[in-house]
């Protein structure tokens, strides 16, 4: 079955540092790829997906780009604020299909 | 847009009892989906709706689970007695049709403790 994997957490950055949290997923076929991000005190968002290979999502200077040989999907941002500290999700589902697939999450504390 | 409301936001019950959820989607929105997610975990599908019809449901999903989706508009999930390992919180979620349908909008969940 599907799964996804991501790196433990947490991750704790100063301010303005380089973010990178990996993810990589199993799955048949080719999955459409999402990064959700959970604020304190708030549903899960969508931040940025991409749905087939070498496409990239970008959404408020978070990056991510599909990459099928690697079966991967890292999120990146080039310099973090202490309001993007927040819980982020990977997860995936199949074209035709919503449900999704998440890993189990990564917190990220940015610190000023 | 008011989002996806959910309620209660807590629900502490003791072990045998049932209980029922309540999700409200954004009113447009014709896809619903509830997952449930436990401390450390990812959320994980339980169920979803297109609709008033129940198209899916987790092999995970045990028979004291129940969702229904009355008129396509609100839906609610009743666990019937309750057991210590359906402690979690319960998400609902909703997306609407077209390239938008995998842009899901989630509510903040009914934490669920069972004693």
């Known amino acids: 079955g599907d799964s996804v994997t991501q790196m433990e957490g947490p991750v704790t950055l100063s301010e303005e540092a380089f973010l990178t949290i990996n993810c990589t997923y199993t799955?048949?076929?080719?999955?459409?790829l999402f990064w959700y991000v959970q604020y304190p005190g708030e549903g899960l968002q969508l931040l940025l997906k991409a749905t087939k290979a070498d496409d990239k999502g970008s959404n408020k200077g978070f990056e991510a780009t599909y990459r099928k040989e690697t079966t991967s999907f890292h999120l990146e941002k080039g310099s973090v604020q202490v309001s993007d500290s927040a819980v982020y999700f990977c997860?995936?589902?199949?074209?035709?299909?919503?449900?999704?697939?998440f890993g189990k999450g990564t917190m990220l504390l940015v610190s000023p | 847009d008011t989002g996806v409301s959910q309620n209660p936001r807590h629900k502490i019950t003791k072990r045998g009892q049932n209980v029922t959820f309540r999700c409200d989607p954004i009113?447009?929105?014709?896809?619903l989906y509830w997952y449930r997610q436990t401390l450390g975990q990812g959320p994980e599908f339980l169920t979803y709706?297109?609709?008033?019809?129940?198209?899916?449901k987790s092999r995970l999903l045990s028979d004291r689970f129940s969702a229904e989706r009355p008129k396509g508009s609100f839906s609610t999930l009743e666990i019937q007695r309750t057991e210590q390992g359906d402690s979690a919180m319960y998400l609902c979620?909703?997306?609407?049709?077209?390239?938008?349908?995998?842009?899901?909008?989630f509510g903040s969940g009914t934490q669920l403790s069972v004693l």
């Open positions: 979620a909703s997306s609407g049709t077209g390239p938008s349908y995998e842009k899901l909008f």
């Open positions: 799955a048949t076929g080719y999955p459409s």
């Open positions: 709706f297109q609709n008033e019809a129940q198209l899916e």
């Open positions: 009113s447009e929105h014709n896809r």
């Open positions: 997860a995936l589902s199949h074209t035709g299909y919503s449900t999704l697939t």
